[in-house]
């Protein structure tokens, strides 16, 4: 029934940059679906940290480029939980009362986050030819809250048969990340960075994925500065969630 | 017992200096261990009194719309409740500025004479720094509230609005006690700690000249004030002694009786997960001619102390509908981390770095806003459904705004005080970079896209690994995806 939809792709600044990988395997995961997937190389950053700083006028600069680069009426299916929820829910806000307040709202009405888009429009099934193993799941606070994705990230994992979803202490506390927050409050951050890596390291899961690569790279930097302390010597990894399925549906070694 | 000349010490410091609060907060492991299980234990109790969501939505709404519609017709509710409250035989003072509510207040204990002020737990007498103000001019004000009484002994600040010695162990306690308390053993038992205490205050009850309460919330229909509480203090110290004063900020008005129920119902279960607390006082004046108890004379001070300001703006209006439970605080991943003490204001946490600009302006807390990760458990949790990180957002706005500029509105005292033309230059460049594909492209590997995110690499690097850039971006491998493709 999707074989001929298309969709957009849109990936992140901190995909584009850190996690391209993440970017390449959402790509052939829906392509397998029969998905046609454009990915607009004027594409950048969806003007999340401007927004979050104070700085509109520079978000909706931002916002507005992005809006251009996704002609027509297709879907944009977001990698991160974050960047659609600023897509989706801020947009609108931040054009409120402004002429491109219809376009504007016509555009954040088409963004689905990604494992929204396999789940609850694909209903993607998969084949996971994997190895067992443990792994907890991350959802950054805005998709938890804005998106809910919290269920659809764990359903995706649950149809990978042989993985162990793990839930963590505190699963839905902030891992201390917050854009410019870990840079603005760096001591605050760190102990809450260093509170979440110790929980997910105590529920016994060798990694964790997360559709947000914002919070991997806070988590992830603290889980390897970690790892050469005496109690971390086994090591803990963190990767998107499109990375693992497209890893463990085609058996690749992991 | 002793008294401590030492109270104002956190004044001298500048409320700027949040980050090197933050620092030592975040330093100290006990500290933070204590803050955690304090506050999971809070967040269980809550939780376990709300567990019907459809009820809990249901309920919130209506606390929400309570607010809004007071808040909607605050002056004249406000005006109401004044003639109300005459006619019941209370006297109204009206204050605007802390400097003021104090003069009035010391004004009503001079006509008294009174020497000892009792006082039931007042967050706002801590916003005007009352006991300070007193102490001044030679009264003493006693706090009655076990948390108040503690953090006094110990001549510190509240560190929470509920509980505000959280952030004491039994032990620090015991230590206090035997030195501060004449003639007791140190224990670490907490029904005897308890038992000291309480013997501690009733002597005080007695022979105080007056006494003085906050309030939870003043009902325009009837003049009414409403105080709730656990210990019995609240009552005491607005009965016993022949003069009451109570003291509230504007925004405490409800229209009428019925709309408290419901506000009750949210603020104890929010704020300690009980269903109901062991006093809710209902004070409608002073003693009548039949009436064997209460003070002979009530008066009520209406502090607006910036409140106005933020009433002003109906977006930033919505800070006024808080009921003072502090849940957003318990809730809050930053509170928790850094305690009370770590904001230097009077009110933390969340609802403190929203209420807390209009009460001491932007300039003073320019930090605030800024300290959150915006990730919505305040708002989630709140009972009246203030939207803490909206607005919280509109406050950053406000810092790094000047007049003159599109998004400048007219409402904060010192707006703009984060402003720095080396920031704002920062982010137009980033902006530029990321409206221009090639510029975006071009800057990948210098990391202008996200050098403003990560400024400085030694913040980052005390606990994390740099992250690596990818030797080939999405875009390019994309690119070469669909190229083979084709
Ligand atoms: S802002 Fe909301 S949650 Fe926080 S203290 Fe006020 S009413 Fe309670």
């Known amino acids: 029934m999707h074989s001929n939809s298309s969709i957009y792709l849109f990936g992140t600044c901190v995909v584009d940059l850190f996690f391209p990988q993440a970017g390449i395997s959402a790509l052939k995961i829906l392509e397998r679906e029969g998905i046609q997937v454009s990915y607009p190389q004027a594409q950048s950053c969806c003007g999340q940290p401007a927004y979050t700083s104070g700085y509109l006028d520079d978000a909706r600069r931002v916002a507005l480029a992005q809006i251009a680069a996704f002609p027509g009426e297709a879907p944009i299916v977001v990698l991160s939980g974050s960047c659609a929820g600023m897509m989706k829910h801020h947009y609108p806000t931040l054009f409120s009362g402004m002429p491109e307040e219809t376009s504007v709202l016509q555009f954040s009405a088409r963004i689905i986050e990604f494992t929204a888009y396999l789940v609850e429009v694909l209903n993607i099934q998969l084949q996971d030819l994997g190895p067992a193993e443990s792994v907890a799941l991350h959802t950054s606070c805005t998709a938890r809250r804005e998106m809910g994705t919290l269920h659809t990230g764990r359903e995706l994992l649950r149809r990978l048969k042989h993985i162990d979803l793990k839930i963590h202490d505190h699963e839905s506390e902030c891992c201390g990340f917050g854009g410019t927050f870990s840079v603005r409050h760096p001591d605050i951050s760190a102990a809450m960075v260093q509170d979440k890596t110790a929980a997910l390291r105590q529920c016994g899961a060798s990694k964790v994925v997360s559709a947000d690569c914002g919070c991997l790279l806070n988590i992830t930097g603290a889980l390897q500065k970690q790892q050469g302390e005496p109690d971390h010597k086994v090591p803990f990894a963190g990767l998107h969630i499109a990375e693992l399925i497209w890893q463990r549906t085609r058996g690749e070694p992991l | ?486």
């Open chain 2, 1 to 486: 017992m002793a008294t401590h000349p030492r109270r104002a010490a956190m004044k001298t410091e500048t409320l700027h200096d949040f980050t090197s609060r933050s620092r030592a907060a975040t330093a100290d492991g006990e500290q933070r261990k204590k803050f955690r299980s304090a506050m999971d234990f809070l967040i269980g109790k809550r939780a376990a009194q709300f567990p019907d969501t459809a009820q809990w939505t249901a309920l919130r709404e209506s606390g929400q719309q309570i607010r809004q519609r007071a808040l909607a017709r605050l002056p004249d509710l406000l005006a109401q409740f004044e003639k109300k409250a005459q006619q019941n035989g209370m006297t109204v003072h009206w204050a605007e500025t802390p400097q003021e509510a104090n003069q009035i207040i010391h004004g009503i204990l001079q006509q008294q004479q009174a020497r000892t002020l009792i006082k039931g737990k007042s967050m706002v007498s801590e916003e005007i720094e009352l006991n300070h103000y007193l102490q001044t001019h030679s009264i003493k004000a006693l706090e009655s509230d076990m948390g108040e009484f503690i953090v006094q002994l110990a001549d510190e600040k509240p560190s929470h609005i509920i509980m505000p010695a959280i952030h004491k162990s039994k032990q620090e306690i015991a230590t206090l006690f035997a030195a501060e308390i004449d003639d007791t053993a140190y224990t670490e038992d907490v029904d005897e700690l308890i038992q000291i205490g309480r013997q501690a205050l009733r002597r005080q009850f007695l022979n105080a000249d007056a006494g003085l309460s906050g309030v939870n919330f003043a009902i325009a229909e009837t003049g009414t004030l409403c105080l709730v509480e656990n210990e019995g203090n609240g009552r005491l110290s607005t009965s016993v002694p022949r003069v009451h004063i109570a003291i509230t900020g504007i925004e405490k008005m409800l229209e009428n009786l019925a709309d408290l129920p419901p506000l009750l119902t949210l603020l104890t279960r929010s704020a300690t997960g009980q269903p109901i607390t062991t006093y809710v006082n209902l004070i409608s004046g002073p003693r009548r001619t039949d009436e064997q108890d209460g003070p002979e004379e009530v008066h009520i001070v209406l502090l607006d102390n910036g409140r106005s300001q933020a009433y002003a703006d109906v977006q930033l209006r919505q800070t006024l509908q808080c009921i003072r439970c502090g849940a957003c605080m318990n809730h809050c991943p930053v509170y928790t981390r850094i305690g009370g003490h770590a904001y230097g204001t009077t009110y933390p946490g969340p609802i403190g770095s929203i209420i807390s600009p209009h009460l001491l302006g932007l300039e003073e807390t320019r930090d605030l806003p800024s300290a959150s990760t915006l990730c919505g458990a305040c708002g989630d949790v709140c009972p009246v459904k203030i939207p803490i990180p909206e607005l919280l957002l509109r406050l950053r706005v406000e810092n790094v705004t000047r007049a003159g500029t599109k998004d400048h509105q007219e409402v904060m005292r010192g707006q703009g005080a984060k402003y720095r033309l080396s920031e704002k230059l920062a982010w137009q460049a980033w902006s530029l970079v990321n409206v221009k594909p090639a510029l975006y492209l071009a800057s990948r590997r210098s990391v202008t896209g996200l050098r403003h995110l990560i400024p400085s690499a030694k913040s980052w690097t005390q606990v994390r690994v740099m992250p690596k850039i990818a030797p080939q971006s999405l875009h390019e491998l994309i690119k070469a995806h669909q190229e083979k493709k084709s």
